[in-house]
């Protein structure tokens, strides 16, 4: 079975921390994602990686980075946290296909509180 | 654009209730459509999905059928059960890239 682990269930950061958020997947997957989960909005991609030092900004980039340096881990980096960070994140993986997409395998997710 | 919309939320159903939750899809070509299911405390599990048209997903129950002409992809259950409170999601790939797009989520709730 996949696997993709998300480092923190819960986190709670004081506005204008630096925050990391590590997700670790063991399928040898190319493609990793973070999202973000609010309540109405469904899942918002934030960024996308195809490829290892590979990245793509999603719909909502603002606000974040990200790393790839090993192919099985993908970092999300609040560079100052605000309390509109305050939300569920949500990360994925899946495997690189040509002209489409697979389906995507995801963590728990790491509720995180801004305060 | 892209998008996906799904019917509204929350639903809440006596169990063995029939289930419908609606969801219609815009995209260019031909996406694959998926169903997502998230049960209290947890990520994001594929629960069902199809690659072309007219084809039908399963599992666990539940179907959904790829209609290129209506746009949609309706997830159905027969007879629900109280273990299938959750929150859904209706997702369609984005044409060439490899990302998906996901719907906003219908929260079902199941009464005993």
Known sequence: ?115 | GNSVTQMEGPVTLSEEAFLTINCTYTATGYPSLFWYVQYPGEGLQLLLKATKADDKGSNKGFEATYRKETTSFHLEKGSVQVSDSAVYFCAHSRGGAQKLVFGQGTRLTINP
């Open chain 1, 1 to 115: 079975d996949v696997k993709v682990t998300q480092s923190s269930r819960y986190l709670v950061k004081r506005t204008g921390e630096k925050v990391f958020l590590e997700c670790v997947q063991d399928m040898d997957h190319e493609n990793m994602f973070w999202y973000r989960q609010d309540p109405g909005l469904g899942l918002r991609l934030i960024y996308f990686s195809y490829d290892v030092k590979m990245k793509e900004k999603g719909d909502i980039p603002e606000g974040y980075s990200v790393s790839r340096e090993k192919k099985e881990r993908f970092s999300l980096i609040l560079e100052s946290a605000s309390t509109n960070q305050t939300s569920m994140y949500l990360c994925a993986s899946s495997l690189r296909r040509l002209g489409g997409s697979y389906e995507q395998y995801f963590g728990p997710g790491t509720r995180l509180t801004v305060t």
